[in-house]
């Protein structure tokens, strides 16, 4: 392999789903000399665990490359979402696919190299080069025990979830934010090839079960006919039993699973379930993907919102080196893109995953059996992360024959959280609508924001 020269203009670490795009985006405008240095091989491309369902909105919405051919292992044309004792099914329609991450990550990488970025793959960066306020570059391990530093205008740290490279960052900058463990779910899955036809395989399944995945939710996601992405996932931080050990105990004793004919990966790994950093960008940087927990912090799915932090970092960098200066402030067109729309979406599905993970069983069956929140209504929660008003009228309804449906039910305390929830979320998308249009307001709007979900996180009994 050659080596890295020792300049470029854009340096990415980390060429999963985040910086796998953006290598892909910039390398369309031809204009700039790009390296991507990588840790693992070129045959395990984006070889994170995953349960690999992507929803087809992101690419269209992004002119981002859509899979072809062999990356595409099942279209998918909905979700059905399974109530705890599985008799209630809501049904979710939306288009995608469940991929093969290595064969779509070689895609988009490919397109890159043919435009001329220049790929580094087992080499491993040991840290960020900071100076004068600025990141400057990378340390690069190329394999022969010599260390070089590899500088750049700006620097792309998608380095996952673990953020090897955040403690580097100066403790003042708010790209050094770590991930508290109870806003990360463990997440576990098998891939294995089943000795019976899956029904309806264009349907990705999830299961909510608090007993079974405490804090979070089990799938079965086909992968064509005889093929499925199974796993579960749960909350971080609380204690609770490894999801390996869940899935021998209780996935492996169900009829429709326990029919491997062929075993293709079993691994676990880390999901962040919280809204993004504060900030995406500081001087010379900017961080992407899981690094920055652009998750959806409900289901774990982040491929896609990886993908379009990658479509904001590709806007940022065009500016950037339009004007000739690669600070914060030039920088922050990725906040000032992601946030309002994506960020502010994610916070409030922060505020949704928290009350969630505080249900019992018998609340989200009664949730899902009286269609308390109805089928449409999770549709609208899932596109725009917001609860209809009809929701918040039918609750506020219920509160008001409080005598007759909810002490009948038994359930006073549960519409009022749920009714707290719809409140809290508004309020967070209409702070990350105003996002500070500049880096020095955004101590104060951090505040806010840390107080608003961290107040409803306290009333709930979430901290
Ligand atoms: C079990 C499980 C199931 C999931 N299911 C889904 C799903 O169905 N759909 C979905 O959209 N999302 C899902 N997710 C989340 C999704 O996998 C991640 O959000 C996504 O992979 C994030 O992409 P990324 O590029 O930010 O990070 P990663 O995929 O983690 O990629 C980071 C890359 O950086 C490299 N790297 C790290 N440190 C260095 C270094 N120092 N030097 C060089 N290279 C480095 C790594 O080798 C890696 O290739 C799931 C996650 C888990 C764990």
Redesign the pocket.
Known sequence: MSKPSPEYDVVI?????????LANLVSKRKAYRVAV????PWES???????????EHHFAERGIPKPQGEAVLQRIEGMEIYSPKEDVVYKVYGEGY?ID?TKF?QQLLKEAMDNGVEVFTK????RPIVEDGYVRGVV?NTGDGQPVEVRAKITID?????G??KRYYPSDWPIAERLNPKDT?????EIAYLDYDIERPEY?RIYLNQRVAPGGYW?F?PEGRNRA?I?L?VQGGMGYPHPREIYQRELMKRPEINRYVKLVSA??????TRRPMDSLAWNGVMV?????F???PV????????ME?AYWAAKAIDEAFDKGDYSVETLWTINRGFMPTIGAKQAALEVTRAFLQRLSDDDIQFIMEKRLVSEEDVDLLGRKAELDQSVVERITGALGDLVKIVRAAGRPSLLMRLKDMADTMKKAKALYQRYPESPKDLPPWSREVRELIEGFKKRIGAL
């Open positions: 670490v980390g060429a999963g789903p985040a910086g796998g795009t240095f990588e840790a693992r491309l984006w070889g994170k665990p995953c349960g690999d369902a992507i929803g469940t991450r990550g080499t491993h960066v040991s690069v998608s380095t996952g979830s673990s090897p490279l779910d463990i997440a576990y899955r990705i799938w996601f992405n796993g996932g691994m676990g790994a880390v999901v962040p992407i993907g899981d690094a920055a652009t998750v959806n289901h774990g799915g982040g491929m896609g919102y990886a932090a």
